[in-house]
C-alpha cells in the first residue's frame, strides 16, 4: 500500500511538471510570435523625414547667378610728361577729389631747356631792335632816293624775319613752360584709386599709364533671365538685394575691412531697363541693374553665386525646397492620412533659398517628404519622422 501511494505521488509530480512545460513553452511561442509580427510590421514601414505644407512669408529671389559686374566710369590716368617721378601721393584703395594731386613727374632737362629758350628770345628781342632801327633810317633815306627800293625791301624782310622768329623763340619758351605745367597730374574727378602702377622713383615716358581710377560708387550689371524667372520677382519698379558670398569680398583688387564694412550693410539694386519691354512677348530678357556701391563692397569684377533678392514678401503655401523634384515637370512625394507614400505632380511659383510656393497640388498641413529620395515607391507604408 505503501509502495502504491509513493509511485501515485510520483505521478502526479510528473503530470503536473509536464504541465508547467507546456505552459512555460506555451508562453515563449506566444512571445516570440509577437515579436515576430512585430518584426514583420516594422518591415512594412519606411522612416521618412517630412515637413507641412504652410502658408509662409517668401521673398522672392533670382539664385546661382554670375555677374560680370562694371564700373560706369574707369580711366587710366597717364604721364604727360617724360622723366622721373618724384612722388606719388595715393595708394590703393584710396578715395580721390576732383583736382587731387595724385603724381609729380620731373624732368631735369627742361629746366634748362627754359633757360636757353630765355637766351634765344633776348638773342630774338635785340635783332628785332636792330632790324627795326635799320628799317627807320632806311624809310627816310628811300623817300628821298638816297637808296634803292630793292635795299629798302631787304629791310623790311630783315626786319619781319626778326619779328617772327621773336614769335617763334616765345612760342618754344611757352610750350616749354606747358610741358613744365605737366608735370603735376591730378584727379580728373571724384574717383577711387583702383590700382598703383608706378612707384616714385620710376622712369616714365608721356602717355604711360600710372594709375587706374575708377568710380565705384554706382557699379552696373546684366542678366539674361527667362520671361518666367522675371515675373517672378515683380514689380521691377520694387526694392531688391544683391547677395554674394562673403568669402568672394573678402579678396578683392584692394582690400575693405569687413569689420567696418559688414554685410549688415544691404547691397541695394534698381533695376533700370529691360529689353524688351514687358508689353513686348519674349521668352527672354535682359535686365541691367544698377548697385548702390556706397560702402564699397563690391568692384568691377566676375561674382559667381550670387543672388538678387525682392525685398517684398508674399505669403503662399510652400514646402521646402528639396522637397521637390524635377525641373520642368516639379513633383513631390506626399504621405497621405493612412500614412502610405504617394508621387504628386505639382506646380511652383516664386521661391527663395529656402522655400518654394505651391500653386497647385498640394493643401496646407500635407506631409511632403524633405528626405533622400532614392528609391522611393509608391504605396510604401511611411513612419514620419519631422524636422
Known amino acids: 500500500m505503501g509502495d502504491e501511494n509513493k509511485y501515485l505521488q510520483r505521478a502526479i509530480i510528473g ?3 509536464v504541465v508547467l512545460l507546456i505552459v512555460v513553452y506555451g508562453i515563449y511561442i506566444n512571445a516570440a510570435s509577437r515579436t515576430h509580427v512585430a518584426k514583420m510590421e516594422n518591415a512594412q514601414y519606411v522612416s521618412l523625414a517630412v515637413a507641412k505644407v504652410q502658408y509662409r512669408e517668401l521673398h522672392a529671389a533670382l539664385c546661382d547667378l554670375n555677374l560680370d559686374v562694371k564700373s560706369k566710369w574707369m580711366v587710366d590716368i597717364q604721364a604727360q610728361l617724360e622723366g ?13 577729389k576732383a583736382g587731387q594731386l595724385l603724381l609729380m613727374v620731373e624732368n631735369p632737362d627742361l629746366p634748362a631747356q627754359i ?7 633776348a638773342q630774338a628781342q635785340a635783332n628785332l631792335v636792330s632790324s627795326k632801327k635799320t628799317l627807320d633810317r632806311l624809310h627816310k633815306l628811300v623817300d628821298i632816293d638816297g637808296i634803292s627800293q630793292q635795299q629798302y625791301d631787304e629791310a623790311v624782310a630783315s626786319y619781319d624775319t626778326a619779328v617772327g622768329n621773336l614769335e617763334s623763340t616765345k612760342a618754344q619758351k611757352e610750350a616749354l613752360l606747358v610741358s613744365q605745367g605737366k608735370s603735376a597730374v591730378r584727379a580728373p574727378q571724384d574717383a577711387d584709386v583702383l590700382r598703383v602702377y608706378r612707384q616714385q622713383g620710376d622712369y616714365i615716358h608721356a602717355g604711360d599709364a600710372a594709375i587706374l581710377l575708377g568710380d565705384l560708387s554706382q557699379l552696373y550689371f546684366r542678366t539674361v533671365l527667362l520671361d518666367s524667372d522675371l515675373k517672378q520677382i515683380m514689380p521691377l519698379d520694387g526694392e531688391f538685394e544683391l547677395q554674394i558670398d562673403i568669402y568672394s569680398l573678402e579678396y578683392k583688387t584692394f582690400p575693405v575691412d569687413l569689420k567696418t ?6 547691397i541695394s539694386l534698381k533695376a533700370v531697363e529691360i529689353e524688351p519691354e514687358l508689353k513686348i512677348s519674349s ?15 563690391l568692384e568691377p569684377t566676375t561674382y559667381s553665386g550670387a543672388r538678387i533678392v525682392a525685398q517684398k514678401t508674399h505669403r503662399v503655401l510652400s ?8 525641373n520642368t515637370e516639379p513633383h513631390v512625394w506626399v504621405v497621405d492620412a493612412d500614412n502610405v507614400l504617394q508621387s504628386r505632380a505639382i506646380k511652383t511659383g516664386i521661391s527663395d533659398d529656402q522655400y518654394i510656393e505651391v500653386r497647385e497640388g498640394l493643401a496646407e ?5 524633405i ?17
Not at 115 to 121: K, P, R, S, T, V
Not at 319 to 326: E, L, R
Open 84 to 96: 622721373t617721378i618724384k612722388g606719388i601721393y595715393v595708394k590703393q584703395g584710396d578715395k580721390v
Open 15 to 17: 503530470v503536473v511538471v
Open 371 to 387: 528626405s533622400d529620395q532614392r528609391g522611393l515607391s509608391a504605396g510604401t507604408r511611411v513612419r514620419e519622422t519631422h524636422e
Open 283 to 297: 521668352k527672354y530678357r535682359y535686365v541691367n541693374w544698377l548697385v548702390q556701391n556706397d560702402m564699397g563692397l
Open 365 to 369: 498641413n500635407e506631409a511632403v517628404v
Open 261 to 266: 564694412h559688414s554685410l549688415e550693410h544691404k
Open 115 to 121: 633757360a636757353q629758350a630765355d637766351g634765344l628770345i
Open 319 to 326: 514646402i521646402p525646397c528639396q522637397a521637390v523634384s524635377g
